[in-house]
């Protein structure tokens, strides 16, 4: 066997003292250390293995003089993970640098102390001969107590090991191993090994993260606030002026910020999914997208998704858009013709598209292979390679032909998308995965790319020669963008062709990069109409669910369609989905997550704080806004919520969504502190002066909470009318400021307050997971076994309360109740008691069905709800 | 790393049918022990999973390898894991670790070549957290790796409290059609 190692390592002594006990020939090679970075030494094992931990390579080597004791273990897990990390760097100040270093000795020598305890009294580590406990410890205490002349006095302290370590030096092996590893220099030739070695890592302090830190991730932690900070603070909220908005950024906070803004969206329409979905459901493709686009504008309606316009490609503006740049590209000699072999049927007249032709494997002549993958062998083919082709629709073999196809010249046009790339990524914001998938594609080289298909259900192709043939979705569908702005306002050129002017964002997942980065862009640069280039193009990286990945096909997770029958309103998917936007990195929708973040961030911190404002107003003023005197000491509460209000607008700016979202709770949270610790329900009800110092802490919260409504709009727009609407705060109140301002002034009246949110259950959430875990085959068969509704758990309508009944059936609670307390004072018949307490109950639940309650609940237990609105 | 070091030891005993042991932590890198009864204590990861390996009653030991080699190699892997893993906690560290990792699996179904032992198990508890916080470029970046723990994390009964990662079998990183 092998040993690799540099001369006088210390480490290598482990291996060379084992082999020396088992009497194993042991070759050493020495390795010059400046050219090898790694771990040494190296064992090479019989079989051509390497061994690189020493101590591993000292157990191998001892063979069977190696005792199985689980104790030897622990003291070699000890040495290299607990004693080398503090160890090694003494070492090397002490012997390789010859420096006396006392913070590295306080940090070692607790574990000496260990060592010299376990060691007191007796020969050997473990049992009663040399195990690879004391070999592996004596080699890493080599470079301190080998040269007995310099032993310091710290160290002759640790007499047990002193006494160890000598004992053990008598012993052949070991004198040998010293002679072989140090060339008998001794100590001294360890110097240069010990200066190479790279220092092992320190162990990682493990402290457990506070309950505020793991909820919020980065948080209000710095809440220190200079004076020059409160004072602007005072003065902006008092002037209710401050400095016009100057950013743009995603739709609705655009618009919240006041400019002017389109926000469109659409379907994509064209191409073979399309005609295969349609040949499936017996539609006709129009048909298919008639009722596609139909669900798809239903849901976005639902999750309040406020799209200025949502239109589709499928319009004859897009034939009219697409052309015209067809013609420009044309013209300019960006397009190539190319001939391509392609399966037709003779009997369908058309084309065959690779999922229309079936055959066998040409590799493994499996018989039903489709015409881009063989089912058997997994391989991919050309569906020309098929031996026995055959179409899919009519069975009647297909014949090669060639079909002449229009390449949009990507090469030819790389230069003009470099030059407007390299103008775009130093200014503007960029997700990161964009931009690496970008450049990735323009570093490899771009090649022709076919834009047309033999198709009929798209976009035609004018030029003559090629009008059977229809456009390829990728050259067409980012033209939707156009067509549907010009569907939507024939001023679509002001905004398309305008990029001094307007600014694109393009939003995506990952996979949709390149047509937006690169493809797109050429065909509009090509085509030379000073269109409008996207500037930030923002693309998300992948969401999965619970476990695994969402499968449509499965029907594994929840989709925009289920979404609506689970009872959750949207803005709590807003929220969630926000949340765990996959921003930088794939992130997991998970049910139990989604009540958690419910539970604690809306219902505990936003929701509590709003309603908790709005309840004092209501309840200490009768619902008018008291008069705000502001103190310095509200001054450090202005300005810790303008520091947050000035994160959440840069993070909308830069489109990091997520982020924008925590400060948000950060201010709710903030304003959560400021009232448990200003208590203003005691001071109402003190002197004049107090009682006017709770008005001003009440109209400070109720300010923050009019402040939450806005920023939280484009995150839940229907919370944020919600509390606008509790507040009676004018729409004017919807434009967002740089600093904190008093939108709310004293004398202003609110509306009723009440609870912004539910909370979830985890039993709820537990039926959703099973819902939604399954098949879609055995989803549908439950619900047509139980075609019960799933349990609602948004705000039930109040019902209409009958005071008069309320009032009478309190006054009868009481007297049962008086009755039954009566009767257990006089320790009546317990049957007597037992039918009273029936009697009792029954009144209660009427009561609370006349109050409009769960009747369950009252009777359930007792204080179970806590009642919002007090601490 | 070491938070979460208690449930690991516990989903390493449920793995290979050991007694419910009292399992602590032990200072402030909280290294794990393993209370095995009689006031007798094991200390360190490495240590407390040959024990539960070799003291198994559904047949763990076959995971402390067969011969000496397979022993010494799985024996420093376990070190590697409480030296080198759960201490990369920088980003170049872990960087480094896991470029050393992924050459090292290049030709390798498991740690020890093709069965699976104690080192794919221990190695793969360790790398979870650092798995987690990889990006699909970077799981890509470092492909064996992805499929090492791809691989094991699907092996029956290893992944108990520990969610799935996912992998793609694709590569993301170039181009793909609609």
Not at chain 1, 82 to 105: M, R, T, W
Not at chain 2, 29 to 52: C, D, E, R, Y
């Amino acid at each position: 066997m092998k040993l690799f190692t540099d001369p006088g390592n210390p480490h290598a002594l482990k291996a060379v003292i084992a082999s020396n006990i088992a009497g194993t020939v042991l070759q050493i090679q020495e390795v010059d250390r400046t050219r090898w970075t790694g771990n040494l030494p190296i064992l090479e094992l019989p079989s051509g293995r390497a061994i690189f931990s020493a101590n591993a390579a000292c157990r191998y080597l001892l063979g069977n003089k190696n005792t199985d004791d689980i104790t030897v273990d622990e003291w070699l897990e000890w040495e290299s993970s607990q004693l080398q990390p503090f160890l090694a760097p003494y070492i090397v100040a002490c012997v390789g640098q010859g420096k006396k270093d006392n913070a590295l000795f306080a940090a070692m020598f607790p574990l000496l102390e260990h060592l010299d305890k376990a060691l007191k009294d007796r020969q050997y580590i473990v049992g009663t001969s040399v195990t690879a406990a004391d070999i592996v410890l004596w080699s890493a205490l080599f470079p301190l107590y080998g040269d007995s002349t310099k032993i310091t006095d710290e160290l002759t302290r640790y007499s047990g090991i002193v006494d160890w370590f000598q004992n053990l030096s008598t012993q052949e092996a070991f004198k040998s191993a010293i002679a072989t590893v140090t060339k008998s220099k001794g100590v001294s030739a360890c110097k240069a090994s010990l200066l190479a070695q790279p220092l092992p890592l320190k162990p990682v302090i493990q402290s457990s993260p506070t309950k505020a830190q793991s909820e919020a991730g980065s948080t209000s932690s710095e809440l220190s606030v200079s004076a020059e900070e409160v004072t602007a603070a005072i003065s902006a909220f008092k002037d209710g002026k401050s400095p016009k908005p100057r950013t743009r950024t995603h739709p609705m906070f655009c618009r919240l910020r006041n400019w002017n803004t389109l926000y469109i969206c659409g379907t994509d329409e064209y191409g073979t999914a399309t005609e295969t979905k349609a040949l499936e459901e017996g539609l006709s493709p129009q048909q298919i997208c008639d009722k596609y686009n139909r669900i798809h504008t239903e849901i976005y309606k639902w999750f309040e998704i406020d799209f200025d316009y949502f239109g589709r490609t499928t319009t004859p503006q897009q034939t009219v858009i697409s052309q015209d740049i067809f013609w420009r590209l044309y013209k300019r000699n960006f397009l190539l013709t190319e001939t391509v072999e392609q399966l037709k049927c003779q009997q369908c007249d058309k084309f065959l598209a690779d999922r229309f032709v079936e055959g066998t494997c040409p590799l493994c002549n499996y018989d039903d292979a489709r015409g881009d993958q063989c089912d058997k062998c997994g391989k991919l083919i050309n569906a020309t390679e098929l031996k026995k082709p055959r179409c899919k629709l009519c069975n009647k073999t297909p014949v090669v032909q060639t079909s002449e196809h229009l390449f949009l010249d990507l090469p030819k046009l790389e230069p003009a998308l470099s030059a407007f790339l390299n103008t775009i990524y130093p200014t503007d914001d960029w997700s990161n995965n964009a931009k690496v998938i970008t450049r990735s594609w323009v570093r490899d080289g771009l090649k022709p790319r076919c834009i047309t298909r033999d198709l009929k259900w798209g976009t035609p192709v004018p030029l003559e020669g090629f009008t059977e043939k229809v456009f390829y979705v990728w050259f067409d569908a980012p033209i939707g963008y156009l067509s549907i702005t010009a569907n939507y306002t024939d001023q679509w050129e002001k905004w398309w062709k305008n990029p001094e002017q307007v600014t694109l964002y393009n939003f995506m997942a990952k996979d949709n990069v390149p047509f937006h980065s690169v493809v797109f862009p050429c065909s509009l640069l090509g085509a030379e109409d000073n269109y409008t280039l996207v500037n930030h193009l923002q693309a998300t990286e992948y969401l999965n669910y619970e476990d695994g990945k969402f499968s449509k096909s499965r029907g594994v997770g929840v989709f925009g369609n289920n979404a609506k029958d689970t009872g959750i309103p949207a803005d709590i998917y807003r929220f969630y989905l926000l949340f765990v936007r996959p921003e930088s990195q794939d992130s997991t929708f998970s049910w139990e997550d989604l009540m958690t973040k419910n539970n604690s961030e809306l219902l505990n911190n936003l929701g509590n704080f709003v309603n908790r404002a709005l309840m004092f107003v209501s309840n200490f003023f009768q619902g008018v806004m008291p008069a705000v005197e502001v103190t310095e000491e509200d001054g450090q509460l202005l300005a810790q919520i303008n520091r947050e209000l000035q994160a959440f607008l840069q993070c909308l700016e830069k489109v990091r969504l997520r982020e924008g979202l925590v400060r948000i709770l950060n201010i709710s949270r903030l304003g959560n502190q400021y009232i448990q610790a200003q208590k203003p329900w005691v001071l109402v009800k003190g002197s004049p002066a107090e009682k006017a110092r709770a008005g001003t802490v009440i109209g400070l919260a109720a300010n923050v909470s009019c402040l939450l409504s806005v920023l939280v709009q484009p995150y839940m727009p229907a919370t944020s009318s919600t509390i606008q609407q509790q507040l009676q705060a004018p729409p004017e109140v919807n434009i967002l400021t740089d600093t904190f301002v008093c939108q709310l002034p004293a004398g202003h009246k609110i509306g009723k307050p009440s609870p912004l949110f539910q909370k979830l259950e985890a039993s709820t959430m537990a039926e959703l997971k099973k819902k939604f875990a399954g098949t879609q085959m055995e989803r549908k068969e439950q619900e047509q076994k139980s075609k019960t509704p799933a349990q609602p758990v948004q705000n039930t309508p109040p019902v209409k309360v009958d005071q008069a009944e309320v009032d009478r059936l309190t006054a009868e609670v009481q007297k049962q109740g008086e009755a039954v307390r009566q009767l257990k004072t006089d320790k009546a018949e317990k049957k007597l008691v037992d039918a009273e307490v029936q009697k009792l109950l029954a009144l209660k639940a009427q009561l609370a069905a006349a109050k409009g309650e769960n009747p369950a609940e009252i009777i359930g237990g007792k204080g179970k709800k806590n009642k919002k609105g007090k601490k | 790393m070491a938070v979460g070091v208690e449930e690991e030891v516990k989903s390493l005993a449920n793995f290979l049918g050991s007694p419910a042991y009292k399992v602590t932590t032990q200072g402030e890198i909280k290294v794990p022990q393993l209370h095995t009864g009689n006031g007798k204590t094991l200390t360190g990861l490495a240590t407390i999973s040959k024990f539960l390996a070799r003291s198994s009653p559904s047949g763990g030991a076959k995971l402390l390898g067969t011969t000496p080699e397979d022993q010494a190699e799985i024996a420093q892997w376990l070190e590697y894991r409480v030296t080198i893993v759960d201490r990369s906690v920088e980003k170049k560290d872990a960087q480094a670790m896991l470029k050393e990792l992924n050459s090292y699996l290049l030709d390798k179904v498991y740690f020890l070549g093709f069965h699976f032992s104690l080192a794919d198990l221990i190695m793969y508890h360790g790398l979870h957290p650092v798995m987690c916080r990889l990006s699909f470029f970077e799981k890509q970046q470092y492909q064996n790796v992805s499929r090492w723990f791809d691989q094991v994390q699907h092996y029956p009964g290893v992944q108990q409290h520990l969610p799935q990662l996912v992998f793609l079998r694709n590569t993301l990183y170039t181009s793909s059609d609609h």
